[in-house]
């Protein structure tokens, strides 16, 4: 019976690269000289630091284009407010990863929903679809990318 698994992940060696040349960017750039402006990533949070919140925006951006330049949906990202305090301003970017079981009802429910000949099951953090039918199931991948979701799914281990 063909099934495929619904993920959400983050390629975490990508994100260390793209965090390694935003800093670069950050270090050569002409308005940022000597404002200890800087990016660090721990685990699955990115600490932006700058003087002004001002250059957190501008940081901000410049992340952005560079995980989109890797390929990492924006999407997953889980941006705070930021934090100032004295001449020290900091924000925090969190990495979402894995599907909640919250969005997994709802995926799930969705599915069912369409009325189409498949089984969905939430196994952990991923869902896994299963039917008779290829077709049914490249249908099923179809309604997940059209559907709002408020996170990035990827779709992986598909068997015959």
Same mark, same amino acid.
């Given at each position: 019976?063909? =099934?495929?698994?619904?993920?959400? !992940?983050?390629?975490?060696?990508? $994100?260390?690269?793209?965090? %390694?040349?935003?800093?670069?960017?950050?270090?050569?750039?002409?308005?940022?000289? #000597? =404002? #200890?402006?800087?990016?660090?990533? =721990?685990?699955?949070?990115?600490?932006?630091?700058? !003087?002004?919140?001002? +250059?957190?925006?501008?940081?901000?951006?410049? @992340?952005?284009?560079?995980?989109?330049?890797? *390929?990492? %949906?924006?999407?997953?990202? %889980?941006? !705070?407010?930021?934090?100032?305090? *004295?001449?020290?301003?900091? +924000?925090?970017?969190?990495?979402?990863? #894995?599907?909640?079981?919250?969005?997994?009802?709802?995926?799930?429910?969705?599915?069912? %929903? =369409?009325?189409?000949?498949?089984?969905?099951?939430?196994?952990?953090?991923?869902?896994?679809?299963?039917? /008779? /039918?290829?077709?049914?199931? +490249? +249908? $099923?991948?179809?309604?997940?990318?059209?559907?709002?979701?408020? @996170?990035?799914?990827?779709?992986?281990?598909?068997?015959?």
């Amino acid at each position: 019976m063909p =099934s495929f698994d619904v993920v959400s !992940e983050v390629n975490m060696h990508e $994100v260390a690269n793209a965090v %390694d040349q935003a800093n670069r960017e950050v270090a050569t750039r002409f308005d940022f000289k #000597g =404002s #200890g402006a800087r990016f660090e990533l =721990s685990e699955a949070v990115i600490t932006l630091h700058a !003087e002004v919140e001002f +250059q957190l925006q501008q940081m901000l951006d410049m @992340l952005h284009n560079k995980l989109a330049k890797r *390929g990492i %949906d924006i999407a997953c990202l %889980d941006i !705070e407010r930021p934090q100032i305090s *004295g001449k020290q301003a900091r +924000q925090t970017v969190t990495l979402k990863q #894995g599907i909640d079981a919250q969005l997994a009802r709802t995926i799930v429910k969705l599915i069912k %929903d =369409s009325k189409l000949k498949v089984q969905a099951s939430v196994q952990g953090e991923k869902i896994r679809v299963a039917g /008779k /039918k290829r077709d049914d199931l +490249q +249908q $099923v991948i179809a309604l997940l990318r059209e559907a709002k979701l408020e @996170l990035p799914l990827q779709y992986e281990n598909f068997r015959d």
